[in-house]
């Protein structure tokens, strides 16, 4: 009897006992699932913060791609690649006695390729003070400028890869109208730039700043687009004006040779580039940009709920809607446009990187007229 009840005893206090340690165990793996919930929020968190979406990742696997080509591929291959390119816009109609090889090398496929490199370059710097003066802070700016930068090197290459394999063929097509080379090239390039190229380029800046293509509304674009030919007229064809033209400093010649603050400053405007059209190119473009800033910023806020009367209380209103800080946001506006534009100016001014595979190139394509010439 004694043995009976000590028996059920025993395995009543063995129930308990599991009963306690099952539900210690049930917490412990409850407050386990909640902290890596938790976790994986956070890092949800700061991948949205840093807007590392499917974007970013498509653009890395684009640029590790080029990067890899351009170092592992050998210089003949990708040179032979480029003489068989130039044998078949020759095959398409592109007449060497207006685009001659030499030219469509150096005008069209080196200086496009070094066109897309220094906008890349340039891009975080960009992107950096977009979000600043948008009051994102000065971290999570300077991780959006990586993250948005590497986002449009798949619209970068489309870009001026689509620059020179056009712009050779509108070149052409002009000067058998009559034109000569200089302004041929000129009428063709503004041509493409107040067109499609504008499409593209308003993709870049808004996936570049972070507007996801679900976001973007048809009446956003319809605005963005004209804003943007305006800072393309105002900007990049007063920049084209410039081209195979001398340098000229804003500042008086004399300072060049006195002494002191003066002299320095000189140097430094130097460095820059900074002549006239830097400052109207400058002032030009502020205003398009402020335009194009806000249906940007009204885009990532609201989305497809996007409405033209937000577009126009960025404008009057800043970010806080009032007048004071419509100023205050466009001073931002200038600040980035000064920015930008000094930091794109100085790397325009750097020695560009050697392109061997073009030196090839050329190399090839001169053996094979001289081997014309020699069988005539």
């Not at 712009?167 to 034109?179: D, I, N, V, W």
């Not at 973007?216 to 920049?239: D, H, K, Y």
């Not at 709920?305 to 419509?326: F, I």
Request: some cysteine; overall charge positive; glycine content about 10%.
């Amino acid at each position: 009897m004694f043995a009976s009840k000590l028996m059920m005893e025993l395995q009543c206090g063995a129930r308990q006992f599991g009963a306690r340690q099952a539900q210690k165990l049930r917490s412990v793996g409850s407050r386990m699932a909640s902290t890596a919930a938790e976790t994986e929020a956070v890092e949800l968190g700061l991948l949205e913060r840093w807007q590392a979406d499917r974007g970013f990742w498509q653009g890395a696997a684009v640029l590790t791609a080029m990067v890899s080509a351009a170092y592992l591929l050998p210089t003949e291959t990708g040179a032979s690649a480029l003489v068989s390119t130039c044998q078949k816009f020759r095959a398409i109609g592109l007449n060497k006695e207006h685009v001659p090889d030499e030219v469509l090398m150096n005008d069209y496929f080196r200086r496009n390729a070094l066109a897309g490199y220094n906008v890349l370059l340039a891009s975080p710097a960009f992107y950096f003070l977009w979000h600043l003066t948008h009051n994102a802070g000065f971290s999570t700016s300077l991780v959006r400028s990586i993250t948005g930068s590497v986002r449009i090197v798949p619209f970068l290459t489309v870009l001026y890869g689509g620059c020179a394999v056009t712009l050779p063929m509108m070149t052409g097509a002009l000067m058998a109208r009559g034109q000569k080379y200089e302004e041929a090239q000129s009428n063709a390039t503004a041509g493409l730039m107040l067109s499609g190229v504008a499409m593209l380029e308003a993709l870049v800046e808004l996936r570049g700043c972070g507007v996801t293509f679900a976001q973007m509304t048809p009446s956003a674009l319809m605005c963005f687009f004209p804003a943007l030919i305006g800072r393309l007229a105002a900007g990049v064809l007063t920049q084209q004006q410039k081209i195979g033209k001398e340098f000229q400093n804003v500042l008086p010649e004399e300072w060049k040779t006195a002494e002191g603050t003066q002299a320095q400053l000189y140097k430094f405007f130097d460095m820059l580039c900074i002549d006239r059209a830097f400052f109207s190119t400058v002032v030009g473009t502020t205003v398009f940009q402020h335009i194009l800033n806000g249906i940007t910023y009204v885009l990532l806020m609201n989305g497809q709920a996007t409405r033209m009367w937000h577009v126009g209380a960025y404008l009057t209103g800043g970010l806080n809607g009032t007048a004071g800080s419509a100023m205050h946001q466009l001073g931002k506006c200038l600040g980035l446009r000064l920015g930008f534009c000094g930091v794109w100016n100085w790397l325009s001014a750097q020695p560009p990187p050697r392109l061997s595979v073009i030196d090839e190139a050329l190399k090839i394509l001169r053996r094979q007229e001289e081997g014309r010439e020699a069988q005539k």
